[in-house]
């Protein structure tokens, strides 16, 4: 097996196949070894599990997940990588590579046909231009036990905040609301080629089997949280009058007392159930 984190591995290959990092598609590879096998090793990858890997970029993480997992499958957006792809995982029977933007794939159909039988996972190095939508995609999708993704150190912080903390955000409810999200450990810049200026962090997310909350309407829900933040310094009234047109400030504050709160609460301070309360009232407002 190619050392593809070695790089006087990397750089000849990449230079034999006339291959020149993309500033636009995020292309910072992996030149330290021990990433890989730890992120392959702390998602739980076994041969019970189907994995899908978004990105395998040359395959150093591509490698540990075949190593470990019944099968892999791999998207992948940019077709130059096909031949160092051939020589650096080519030999896995088990991996099967699918060149195509995974944001335009059915992700549940494609984990169907697969993945029957095993524990479906996804794996990725997520470029940091596009974490926020290919996350999105993978948990909206349903269809995984776990996603374990390198990120940007202030994104994985950003997904595993608690209320009240100045990371907390609308999309860290998004994530939480779909999964239990665990920072695994942190992968410093020197890592890459090229290095990037910020530090990474891999963080597991374990989809929730059932979700503890009871929401009326899912759309009012998400649209409650993006109002709450949308002016996060001010009152949670504010956000909502501002979101819900239809509410106004008297129907915002109406709607902020009947779910239990004071009239000065801020969105920022409030837990997914307590979100799911305020969306709740919100419909019934809307039903009378």
Known sequence: MINVCDINVMKPLLAEHGFHFSKAKGQNFLIAPWVPQSIAEEAGVDDTAGVLEIGPGIGPLTQ???LRANKVCAVELDNRLKPILDRTVGEFDNLEIIWNDVLKLDVPALVKEK??????????????????PILSALLEAECFDSVTVMVQKEVAQRIAAQPGSADYSAFTVFCQYYAEPELLFDVPAHCFLPQPKVTSAVIQLKVRKERTWDILDQDIFFRTVKASFAMRRKKLSNGLASGFPELGKSGAAEVIAAAGFPENVRGETLSIPEFARIANEIVKYKQR
């Open 115 to 132: 993945f029957g039988g095993l524990r479906p996972m996804a794996c990725a190095n997520l470029p940091y231009y596009i974490t926020s």
């Open 64 to 66: 540990q997940l075949c």
